[in-house]
């Protein structure tokens, strides 16, 4: 079946330091979505990439779709604690009509000061 | 302003028993789903529906049922068939397809097997 795996598992990093993670499907996606659960927290949608290369921007956090649209990754810059968190990228399954989501293994962030 | 309810938000079940949790949206949203998350885990779905009435199976459906009777509602059932029910069980909806449109999550039931 369909699988999503995210790069690292997790990542501790200084206050400051720049945060990526990534993200790879085992199949071609028609979209991805990111989320940020918060510790104890539900997950909050972020964004939707679309388009094969898209690069999206919110605040410090880039966003990119990859040309195959099968990986994805997230970039912090400049990282401050409230970027603490889980990081999920989420893809529609290949089965199901695409109408359900495949999320992916996470990446927890902690941001030390 | 709209959400989704989920509650309680925690509970406690003896084993044997059937607990059910409830998922409330007044978001207008087509679509509702609820995904199972076990510590330090991603989200593994069990049920999900598209319109009232009707609902699929998702990966680990095993143990649990559901309902949609009215489009704001989504109950989960945890059986006494579930043989590790102890996770925190999220509720989402979305307007459609997951194909166009991002989930909104409630904020969760924790469930305890004592």
């Known amino acids: 079946g369909q699988q999503v795996m995210q790069i690292p598992q997790y990542q501790h990093v200084q206050e400051g330091e720049d945060f990526t993670t990534y993200c790879n499907s085992s199949t071609t996606l028609s979209n991805i979505q990111w989320y940020k659960q918060r510790p104890g927290g539900h997950p909050v949608f972020l964004i939707q990439?679309?388009?094969?290369?898209e690069v999206k921007k919110q605040k410090r956090l880039t966003f990119q779709f990859g040309e195959a649209k099968k990986n994805s990754s997230l970039h912090i810059t400049a990282t401050q604690t409230t970027d603490v968190g889980t990081y999920f990228c989420?893809?529609?399954?290949?089965?199901?009509?695409?109408?359900?989501?495949?999320f992916g293994t996470g990446t927890q962030l902690k941001v030390e000061l | 302003d709209g959400g989704i309810t989920q509650s309680p938000k925690y509970l406690f079940r003896k084993e044997g028993q059937n607990v059910t949790l409830s998922c409330e949206q007044n978001?207008?949203?087509?679509?509702m789903y609820w995904y199972r998350q076990d510590p330090g885990q991603g989200l593994r779905l069990i049920y999900y529906s598209q319109i009232v009435n009707d609902f699929q199976k998702g990966d680990i459906a095993e143990g649990y049922s559901v309902s949609r009777e009215k489009k704001e509602s989504f109950p989960l059932t945890v059986t006494s068939a579930q043989k590790n029910p102890t996770a925190f069980y999220l509720c989402a909806s979305s307007l459609g397809g997951a194909a166009n449109y991002g989930y909104t999550f409630g904020s969760g039931t924790r469930l305890t097997v004592v």
């Open positions: 978001l207008n949203h087509d679509a």
């Open positions: 989420a893809g529609p399954s290949t089965g199901g009509g695409g109408n359900k989501l495949t």
């Open positions: 990439l679309v388009k094969s290369g």
